[in-house]
């Protein structure tokens, strides 16, 4: 599934990891999902859309 993920985090100058502690995750965590590697679970997909202040479907793109 393609994220607008990166560039949300580069607008607020946002390193992975600033935005992993504000997750709860690992860096490695924000690197995979940035990267289409991994899709977040949906409790973590509503974490992401909550601290960006926006839907679920503003960050995620389905493919």
Avoid: H
């Avoid at 990891?17 to 504000?22: F, G, S, T, V, Y």
């Avoid at 965590?29 to 940035?34: G, H, P, S």
Wanted: hydrophobic share 45%.
């Amino acid at each position: 599934m393609n994220n607008r993920l990166k560039v949300m985090r580069a607008e607020r100058d946002w390193s992975q990891a600033d935005l992993a502690e504000r997750l709860g995750v690992s860096r490695q965590t924000v690197n995979a999902i940035e990267t289409g590697k991994y899709d977040p679970s949906l409790p973590l997909a509503f974490k992401l859309a909550a601290l960006f202040g926006c839907a679920i479907e503003a960050i995620f793109i389905p493919e």
